[in-house]
């Protein structure tokens, strides 16, 4: 059987899986911290923040292509290693593929999701962000099913079903005031556009990650080079709200471009682009050595992280719903992994590798 890819012997799939559950909550308590602990005259603009977590992220997927484009793949062959200029040729006849445009579809979803985020997380409590924003994994299932025809057990189904109620639970005993709820500063938030935002959120993000999935894993083309097209095709999508929601600084004409974008753009503005360029590059891995439902899974943990550092951290104190509702979102991550007994159900559509 292939090797499976590891670090120290331990899975890929399980380490990207759990960074990603981690990541998660620290994003969603920090990007709310960051828009909503200053008032919006100094806030940092959400759109440059969208724009450097792309550049970011395509500047480290290339720097891992480069470095991966002699360690032989798609196929692990021992080779000498070549020249540095064969090695950029190389790799730019790979980004710039004749199938590279299929990136631009993800690339945009994933721009609008990006901004949306920023949206709901100035205008719901971090907690009831990171809620809603599990309805992602009832809009991934039904793109996964429709668009790569993946067929979930019984049991898959009612693994699902068990998460969102897992969820609703862990939700019900939230009334006091968290850590996972900073609710923090002078700035005034708009629950309706908040939820508009999040529920957008969830559909781009079934669709881009499913076809993101789609992509990759029916092509042999390296991840790191996907990401790469990816971040590229992101560029300009990521740049448009920049001159829109700025336009106003660059008709008073007043100051460059870099100080146009990076007005405001402090400690908390570059930890939550920093944050995010980690969660964009694990979320790649997580598509590729799991699957875009596992990972749901996965963020869905984050929310029972996320209480357990407010236990830690802030003497939160832990209720019976609290452990009911985090036993029953565990339940089901475990009932979804099960290898469904008979040939009957795929786990994957036949014809992937
Ligand atoms: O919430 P969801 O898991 O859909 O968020 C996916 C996030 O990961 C987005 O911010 C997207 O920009 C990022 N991503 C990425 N590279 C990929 C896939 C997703 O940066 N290959």
Redesign the pocket.
């Known amino acids: 059987p292939p090797a499976v890819p590891s670090l120290c012997g331990i899975p890929l799939k399980y380490i990207s899986l759990i960074t990603l559950a981690v990541q998660n909550s620290a994003l969603t308590i920090i990007m709310h911290y960051s828009r909503v602990s200053t008032p919006s005259s100094r806030a940092y603009s959400a759109a440059t923040a969208v724009l450097m977590?792309?550049i970011l992220?395509g500047l480290i997927s290339l720097v891992i292509a480069f470095v991966r484009i002699d360690t032989g793949y798609p196929h692990d062959m021992v080779q000498a290693p070549s020249s540095i200029l064969t090695r950029l040729r190389k790799l730019s006849r790979d980004v710039f593929s004749q199938d590279c445009w299929k990136l631009s579809i993800?690339a945009i979803l994933?721009?609008i999701?990006?901004n949306l985020?920023y949206v709901a997380a100035s205008n719901l409590e971090a907690a009831t962000f990171q809620v809603t924003?599990q309805m992602?994994i009832l809009t991934t299932a039904a793109f996964s099913v429709l668009l790569l025809r993946k067929k979930l057990s019984p049991a898959q189904w009612l693994s699902l079903l068990f998460l969102a109620i897992g969820v609703g639970v862990v939700q019900i005993q939230d009334l006091a005031p968290t850590a996972a709820t900073v609710s923090v500063g002078p700035k005034s938030m708009d629950q309706m556009k908040g939820f508009i935002a999040v529920v957008a959120?969830c559909f781009?993000?079934?669709l881009?990650?499913v076809y993101?999935e789609m992509v990759l894993k029916n092509s042999q083309t390296d991840l790191w080079v996907?990401?790469v097209q990816?971040?590229l095709f992101?560029l300009l999508p990521a740049f448009a709200p920049v001159v829109f929601t700025q336009r106003h600084h660059v008709t008073r004409g007043t100051t460059s471009l870099f100080s146009i974008l990076f007005h405001n753009f402090g400690a908390w503005a570059w930890t939550t682009v920093s944050v995010?360029v980690l969660?964009?590059?694990v979320?790649?891995m997580v598509?590729k050595y799991s699957d875009n439902i596992l990972?749901g899974f996965a963020?869905s943990l984050s929310i029972v992280i996320s209480f357990l550092a407010s236990v830690a951290l802030f003497d939160f104190k832990m209720t019976f719903t609290f452990i009911l509702g985090s036993a029953i979102v565990l339940v089901a991550t475990w009932l979804y992994n099960q290898q469904p007994k008979h040939a009957g159900y795929l786990k994957e559509p036949i014809g992937w590798n």
């Open positions: 977590n792309e992220k993800p994933y721009v999701q990006n985020q924003y992602k959120a781009t993000s079934g881009a990650g993101f996907r990401n990816l971040s992101s995010q969660g964009g590059l979320t790649a598509i990972k963020t």
